[in-house]
């Protein structure tokens, strides 16, 4: 939920000025309902939250895991170590910015053939926004090139201008544009399905997140039938921002009390898992008793011992939410259940925190109002509020509001007006219909992987794009 704004007016956003401020929240909470303090990668924040475990010892401080996962995005497209990646996404954005910039080529493409749909789809980044919208490329790559071949498109004007020339010469001619987009998809796909989960509402990622982390590395490999060449960059970058910013022993911990996970054979017991797990259990439990009797109590839960071996506490594993499955099979255990329940009902992410900040923006500016803090306070409390209980009923259900303003930041790159691609002839934007809702997730995922009718992404360009990315050399505070 949402609890209360901080007027900071005046103030310096130091580290030390930060620490007052939060470790006022940390005693109104009170120290012992804490498990985590999470933030962005902001040196001031990150000091923050190392001076708030160093005080008081009994929580973590966590970076956020949707601003890592979209930091890792954003080194995949990043011209210093895949120039050839960040080259595909402007072509991508030249054809969808020439397309929404001209009301007569976006009816057209709206009504004769993606059957309303956009090319575009905004995500809770901008880095996942523009992996997603290559996705909705190459899924409707046959839709335009029938437009860009059709009588309705060679009998314009658009298609004698120099622009509409260049366009129509991307999507029609540019084999390497499209064996690139592929490339780009099989690429950052899992990685996108992490982000969605550690930002998604249905169910808190912390149970999910090590393990998830894990097989996007294994999927990107075997996409690439382990050919270290081809892979080896992007791993680099994963690992490099897993170890150095993301990793947490919660998120180990989290896999360990994942039933669905740990009684599955994928499971493995690495180092880094025990000692995460072993943390925690000092951490958040202080009385000497109570972490003997947990460690204890591991063991009944490691040999699905009582409860925990019963036919459908087994079923029931992968079908029931691990908190849910501990709160029904845990009673046996209840020093073990309460520690389990309190770190896998952790969220990673501070994205939805930070969706205040369009919050605030709505209520109170310079140009509507100037309200005194208590009323502005009252008014983000009961609308945000009333939004996240909207969401939960909801249940996450993927629906795009064409008008959202929450939307418009990230799509302006896809969208945007640009004097170079306007041709001069256009029709009234009154005459263009409303675009459908945006596609679901299972009409955009595991499209086809096939450059050409039947044919396979040539393996000498994923070898030449791999071989343009050197090893990915950046401050833990980028």
């Known amino acids: 939920m949402f609890l209360k704004s901080v007027d900071t007016s005046g103030l310096r956003k130091d580290a030390e000025t930060l620490f007052k401020i939060f470790d006022e929240i940390v005693q109104e909470i009170g120290v012992e309902n804490l498990v985590q303090f999470i933030t962005d990668n902001d040196a001031s924040y990150k000091a923050v939250g190392k001076k708030l475990q160093q005080k008081y010892g009994s929580f973590y401080s966590s970076p956020c895991a949707a601003h890592c996962i979209d930091l890792m995005l954003e080194n995949f497209c990043d011209p210093r170590y895949i120039p050839i990646i960040d080259d595909t996404i402007k072509k991508a954005k030249k054809i969808t910015k020439f397309i929404y910039n001209h009301g007569w080529v976006l009816a057209l493409m709206r009504q004769d053939f993606t059957k309303g749909h956009d090319l575009c789809r905004p995500a809770v980044t901008r880095f996942a926004t523009n992996f997603l919208s290559i996705q909705c490329l190459l899924l409707f790559k046959k839709e335009l090139r029938q437009m860009f071949t059709c009588d309705k498109w060679m009998g314009s004007s658009h298609s004698k201008s120099n622009i509409g020339k260049e366009i129509a010469g991307i999507v029609l001619e540019d084999k390497e544009f499209w064996a690139q987009c592929q490339f780009i998809v099989k690429i950052s796909e899992p990685l996108v399905r992490v982000l969605r989960l550690v930002d998604g509402d249905e169910k808190p990622a912390m149970g ?26 992007f791993t680099r970058i994963i690992d490099s921002r897993w170890d150095k910013q993301l990793h947490s022993p919660l998120h180990a911990a989290g896999y360990v009390l994942n039933p669905g996970i740990f009684y599955s054979p994928s499971f493995k017991n690495k180092n880094d898992v025990v000692k995460g797990f072993n943390s925690c259990v000092m951490k958040m439990e202080l009385d000497p008793d109570d972490q003997d009797k947990i460690i204890e109590e591991l063991d ?18 992968d079908k029931l939410n691990p908190i849910a499955w501990w709160s029904q099979f845990g009673c046996e255990v209840p020093t073990f259940q309460k520690f389990a329940v309190r770190i896998l009902s952790q969220c990673c992410s501070a994205t939805r925190c930070e969706r205040n900040w369009s919050t605030f923006d709505f209520i109170h500016s310079k140009k509507r109002n100037r309200l005194v803090h208590k009323r502005l306070n009252d008014l983000v409390f009961v609308r945000y509020n009333l939004k996240l209980r909207e969401r939960s009923i909801k249940n996450g259900r993927d629906a795009l509001n064409p008008i959202n303003l929450e939307n418009i930041d990230l799509m302006d790159e896809w969208v945007g007006e640009e004097s170079e691609l306007l041709d001069g002839e256009d029709l009234n934007w009154a005459n263009i219909e409303e675009p459908l809702t945006s596609l679901n997730e299972e009409d955009v995922d595991n499209i086809g992987i096939d450059v050409d009718d039947g044919g396979d992404v040539d393996e000498n360009i994923l070898i030449n794009m791999s071989n343009l990315a050197p090893y990915c050399l ?3 505070d980028e």
């Not at 998830?212 to 892979?231: G, Q, T």
């Open 300 to 317: 009944l839960y490691r040999t699905s011992v009582g409860e925990f071996g019963h036919s459908l506490a087994i079923r029931q594993r």
């Open 474 to 476: 950046f401050d833990e």
């Open 208 to 233: 999910y997140l090590y393990d998830a982390m894990e097989r996007v590395k294994e999927n990107i490999k075997a996409r690439y039938n382990n050919k270290v060449s081809v892979f080896s960059p």
